[in-house]
């Protein structure tokens, strides 16, 4: 597991930006908060790192939007009003898992639960005024964040 102190909007879009560049394409990132913990703010540092130029927004009623970028493809997901499984078959969400030329990013991921084991997972916390995030994922990938230079780091 990595921990990082986010102590602002601006460094949770710092470290987003380091995933966004870091991450193999293909990986999914699954994002778990409280309403207003900051997981679309992580999704627009992470689309930065992609090179997507379109402002990402909270795809609450579409449930995902997608943004190309010059390093591949940001796939955002927000299944808050995620209903069942009729929905999950419109909004194609299992080829979504399968894509590998982006990263897929889940907000609310505990809506449906076939996400792959080697998927991502990021909880972000109140903390401080700022925020505590931390990631777990293959040993792999632990290591290649590790490599993020960041006074954040714990
Ligand atoms: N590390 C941080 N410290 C303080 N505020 C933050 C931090 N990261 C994000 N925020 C702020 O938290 C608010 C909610 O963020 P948002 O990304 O919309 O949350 P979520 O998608 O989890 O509901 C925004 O005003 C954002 O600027
Ligand atoms: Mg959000």
């Known amino acids: ?11 949770t879009r710092v ?11 293909g990986t999914v990132v699954l994002l ?3 309403l207003g913990a900051g997981k679309t ?17 909270s795809p ?9 970028g010059t390093r591949g493809t940001l796939f955002h ?11 999950v078959e419109s909004t194609g969400l299992p080829e979504y898992v399968d894509r590998t030329d982006g990263l897929l990013l889940v ?11 080697q998927a991502v997972r990021v909880t972000i916390r109140h903390d401080a005024g700022g ?3 931390a990631l777990r994922g293959p040993e792999m990938l632990e290591s290649l964040l590790g490599q993020v230079d960041d006074a954040a780091r714990d």
Do not use: C, S
């Not at 090179?51 to 927004?57: A, Q």
């Not at 997901?77 to 929905?87: M, P, Q």
């Open 32 to 34: 778990t908060g409280d």
């Open 1 to 11: 597991m990595l921990e990082f102190h986010l102590a602002d909007a601006l460094a």
């Open 107 to 117: 907000e609310w991921p505990d809506r449906w639960p076939y996400w792959p084991d």
């Open 60 to 68: 609450t009623f579409t449930l995902l939007a997608e943004y190309p």
């Open 41 to 57: 703010t992580l999704a627009q540092g992470v689309a930065q790192g992609l090179g997507v130029d379109d402002p990402v927004g």
């Open 131 to 133: 925020r505590r995030l």
């Open 77 to 87: 997901a927000d299944l808050y009003r995620l209903k069942g499984e009729a929905d």
């Open 15 to 25: 470290l987003g930006g380091h995933l966004g560049r870091l991450l193999p394409l």
